[in-house]
């Protein structure tokens, strides 16, 4: 390897240190969640409680749990919409499984999708989970949460508004 190769190699080793360093300190490598938070309360024998950041807006829903390394237990993000509406969701740039739980405007669960982060896999591949009846509001927390409290169809989910 002559001199030339070297210094390439060195520059490109340095250059992809710099990057890794600038991804990995970055606010989009989120650990948790933070801005506005609404307390939920699922209307069902356990009332579980998840502490819920509000995506309410355009930016705000675009960006999701995108990035987030680790929720809590009792964590997660809710997406209100103005008007109920078929939902989609994708896990897109998203680390960690999910429970998606869509709900209509009565705040009533229509039906839960457990999703999981599908790495390297391009967008037009990217598994899409689909509210079964128009959704005005998705809730994301771990996966198992449903499950583990036996969230289902009908149950209804309260909270004040932000």
């Known amino acids: 390897m002559d001199r030339k190769e070297k210094i390439f190699i060195a520059a490109a080793a340095l250059l992809i240190t710099l990057v890794a360093i600038t991804v990995l300190t970055s606010p989009d490598s989120r650990e948790g969640l933070d801005g506005d938070r609404v307390n939920a309360t699922f209307d069902i024998r356990e009332k579980p409680w998840v502490l819920l950041q509000v995506a309410d807006n355009e930016t705000e829903r675009r960006e999701g749990l995108m990035n987030v390394t680790e929720l809590g237990k009792h964590e997660g993000m809710i997406f209100i919409y103005k008007k109920e509406a078929p939902r989609g969701f994708w896990m897109k740039n998203t680390l960690i499984p999910l429970d998606m739980i869509f709900l209509d405007a009565d705040r009533q669960v229509i ?52």
């Open 111 to 162: 039906n839960v999708e457990t999703a999981y982060p599908e790495p390297n896999t391009s967008e037009e591949n990217l598994t899409l989970y689909r509210s079964e009846r128009p959704a005005k509001y998705v809730i994301e927390v771990n996966a198992g949460f449903a499950e583990n409290y036996s969230v289902e169809e009908g149950d209804a989910v309260e909270w004040n508004q932000p």
